[in-house]
């Protein structure tokens, strides 16, 4: 719908609010609204919806193997508070971790003998999606920079820092998760962005599997030129992402495709040597989630932009 600007004295604009929308969520004269800027956007809100709590109890008994992925799971999907029930005590320091490492202001506030309660203690600020989401890329391109840079050295003291690196990803990722399910962001096409966050946390993980094997490998860290190579060129195609989500264009998407193919080409062949058979294997399966992230970086351009302006 349209609204014209009704222009008072010489610096106040005004525009109508929708009657039935007003009418629908009983905003009457002297009310207050939350408006929030979003570029060229204005986000407009009432504060009942903006203080709506969720709230879910849950019995983890004989799920104690898996909670972290329950805890992520309600982080992710926006609840403000949850009720843990519980037979064994020790589950409690499980649940400590799983809060203090991944997830950003959800603690347990109450304890009890057989219960906890965790609530969100510091506002999920969803203005800082955009702050977050770019600090995700930042770190996986450090990430991986560490890593080529210790197999070409032969120098595995850094891995171990690298590695733990992964535990901030998930962090990053689950926030932004959080943000969307939550709130939504300002941004016209959510369910993009969300796959493109999942597959962010899906590279730190196969950084991570790959530090592993680095330091399992340390004796024998070596590589040949061809491997390292590739994992080189793995690095550029994680930059390339990270350009095209931020500047769009389409002949870098194209780039990203191409050297995609190339990469896999190239490394396949590899997999009959054994002593590069694990390192082309993490090779394969990062060159081809960082194409997946710029097919769904290639949507958003598509649908955000108009064709003439793609070339």
């Known amino acids: 719908m349209k609204r014209k600007v009704i222009q008072i004295a010489d610096s106040t604009q005004l525009i109508s609010l929708p009657r039935k929308w007003a009418k629908k969520l009983n905003i009457k004269k002297g009310d207050e609204i939350e408006v929030v800027e979003d570029n060229d956007k204005l986000i407009i809100s009432t504060r009942s919806s903006a203080a709506k709590l969720m709230r879910t109890s849950l019995d983890i008994t004989g799920f104690e193997e898996i909670i972290p992925r329950l805890l992520h799971s309600f982080y992710k999907n926006g609840f403000d508070e949850v009720e843990l029930l519980f037979k064994d ?13 991944e997830m950003i202001g959800f603690e347990i ?50 891995i ?34 969300y796959c493109i966050i999942e597959w962010l946390e899906k ?16 004796e024998n860290i070596k590589i040949n030129k061809t491997t390292l ?56 399966c990062i060159t081809q989630i960082i194409a997946d992230i710029i097919g769904f970086e290639y949507q958003l351009g598509i649908k955000n932009q108009k064709t003439s302006n793609l070339f």
Not at 89 to 101: F, Y
Not at 165 to 192: M, S, W
Not at 203 to 218: N, R, V
């Open 109 to 158: 506030v109450e304890q009890r003998p057989g219960s906890c309660l965790i609530k969100t203690i510091a506002g999920t600020n969803r203005n800082e999606y955009d702050s977050v989401l770019r600090r995700t890329f930042i770190l996986l391109k450090l990430m991986f920079e560490g890593i080529v840079e210790a197999l070409e050295k032969r120098d595995t003291s850094q």
């Open 203 to 218: 590279i730190a993980d196969q950084a991570k599997y790959l530090c592993s094997f680095i330091l399992e490998s340390k």
């Open 89 to 101: 005590p020790k589950v409690i320091s499980k649940i400590q971790k799983s809060l203090r490492d």
């Open 229 to 284: 190579n590739l994992y080189k060129r793995v690095l550029k195609l994680l930059n390339i992402s990270y350009e095209v989500y931020y500047h769009f264009d389409l002949k870098k998407a194209k780039e990203g495709f191409l050297e995609r193919k190339k990469i896999i080409r190239e490394a396949l062949p590899l997999f009959n040597k054994s002593e590069s058979k694990r390192h082309i294997h993490y090779i394969v």
């Open 160 to 193: 171990q820092d690298l590695k733990l690196q992964e535990i901030t990803n998930n962090k990053y990722t689950a926030f932004c998760r959080r943000v969307i399910n939550k709130f939504g962001i300002h941004k016209d096409y959510p369910a993009l962005e």
